[in-house]
């Protein structure tokens, strides 16, 4: 089956409103015309989301926010609401990314409940899975990649499941320069679909769009989106120069 790629630059948190637009701009004046077997999301902080909004507005680029909470209101201080998110111009969401989990108690269960919040108002989400170092050493990767994905999957239906990207990023990877090789992420990414299959339908299962992230880069983009269960990359910090990120959008 044919899958649309998608390259999604997460910007962390890097950058004012005004460099947000100054880089956004150049990406949208680089990447003139995207090829139409692919989709590029770029994912500012918070509060550069409506000058980045502003500045892809007539490209083919669309908006992503790096995260969104599991309620439509309410006393929840410093978090960002999926209703917000559609309101500041974004179309895509991503959770569960391993620095949410690492750094702020992100746990399987709230990865779950903040997708189908996201997906309730039309959001596409992007859903993070991936392993630690010492969970790869001890042989782990296996149990907890599905793990991950079955919580995050929980109660959605075939037709939510068609609006989720699951990105596999190996804790181990993220911001070392140490990227799994192509035939590692090759295994993971044929496995989740595999779980993935479990969870919904053979269909769903083929057409998910499945990413990988963890040091992509320029050098490494072609190898890895050779491997066929690879079907786009979930970039950090070659998102944040605009030639980098084009070649990557390139591949």
């Known amino acids: 089956m044919s899958r649309t790629a998608v390259i999604a630059g997460n910007w962390k948190m890097h950058g004012t409103a005004a460099q947000a637009r100054q880089l956004a701009s150049g990406l949208a004046q680089r990447l003139g015309s995207i090829a139409k077997d692919r989709q590029v999301v770029i994912a500012p902080p918070f509060t550069s989301l409506r000058a980045a909004a502003d500045a892809i507005h007539g490209s083919a680029i669309e908006l992503g926010a790096q995260n969104v909470h599991w309620e439509a209101s309410g006393a929840f201080t410093g978090e960002i609401s999926a209703t917000m998110l559609v309101d500041a111009g974004c179309r895509w969401a991503i959770v569960g990314h391993s620095e949410r989990r690492l750094h702020f108690g992100e746990t399987d269960a709230t990865v779950g409940r903040r997708a189908r919040a996201a997906l309730a108002v039309g959001l596409r989400v992007i859903i993070c899975v991936g392993e630690t170092l010492e ?76 990413l990988y992230g963890g040091s992509v880069k320029p050098e490494n983009i072609d190898s890895l989106m050779a491997q066929p269960d690879i079907d786009g990359a979930l970039v950090g910090g070659a998102s944040l120069d605009v030639e980098s990120f084009a070649r990557i959008v390139e591949f």
């Open 135 to 210: 969970e790869r050493d001890n042989g782990l990767t296996l149990e907890v990649v599905p793990h991950q994905i079955r919580a995050a999957l929980l109660d959605l239906g075939p037709a939510a499941i068609r609006n989720v990207c699951i990105a596999y990023e190996p804790v181990w990877a993220i911001g070392t320069g140490r990227a799994a090789t192509p035939a590692q992420a090759a295994e993971i990414h044929a496995k989740i679909r595999e779980v993935v299959a479990e969870v919904a339908d053979g269909n769903e299962a083929q057409g998910l769009r499945i």
